[in-house]
C-alpha cells in the first residue's frame, strides 16, 4: 500500500557528487520527518540528515558542509544531494519517514519509523 522508493546510487569517484532520492509511493495524506541513514560495511547504521515537514535540517558532522538535504512535499520526495564525495562515505543509504499517513480503502493509517529497502554508494577510484 506504501512504500519509500529510494534511487540515485552508484559507484564515484573520491571528490564526485551524487544525487539520492526517496519517494513515498501510495495514497500518501502526510509526512512528517524523513531522512537518509547509513550502514558502512561492519558498522552500526547512522543518521546521516534529516529533515522535518517544516524544512528544518540536521546533519552528522562527518557531512556537514558536503551533503544537503532537501524535500519536495508535493512529490512526496526527500533528496540527498552528496558533493566531495570520500571512500568513508561508501556505504548502502536508506530513506526514513518518522510518520507517514496514507489512504487504504479510504480509511487513514500511518505507519511509525518506516524504511525504504536502501540504495548502494560507493565511492572509489
Known amino acids: 500500500q506504501v512504500r519509500l522508493v529510494e534511487s540515485g546510487g552508484g559507484l564515484v569517484q573520491p571528490g564526485g557528487s551524487l544525487t539520492l532520492s526517496c519517494a513515498a509511493a501510495g495514497s500518501i495524506f502526510s509526512i512528517n520527518a524523513m531522512g537518509w541513514y547509513r550502514r558502512a560495511p561492519g558498522k552500526q547504521r547512522e543518521l546521516v540528515a534529516s529533515i522535518t515537514s517544516g524544512g528544518s535540517t540536521r546533519y552528522a558532522d562527518s557531512v556537514k558542509g558536503r551533503f544537503t538535504i532537501s524535500r519536495d512535499n508535493a512529490k512526496n520526495t526527500v533528496y540527498l544531494q552528496m558533493n566531495s564525495l570520500k571512500p568513508e562515505d561508501t556505504a548502502v543509504y536508506y530513506c526514513?519517514?518518522?510518520?507517514?499517513?496514507?489512504?487504504?480503502?479510504?480509511?487513514?493509517?500511518?505507519?511509525?519509523?518506516?524504511w525504504g529497502q536502501g540504495t548502494q554508494v560507493t565511492v572509489s577510484s
Open positions: 526514513n519517514a518518522d510518520r507517514l499517513g496514507y489512504y487504504r480503502n479510504n480509511y487513514p493509517y500511518y505507519e511509525y519509523d518506516y
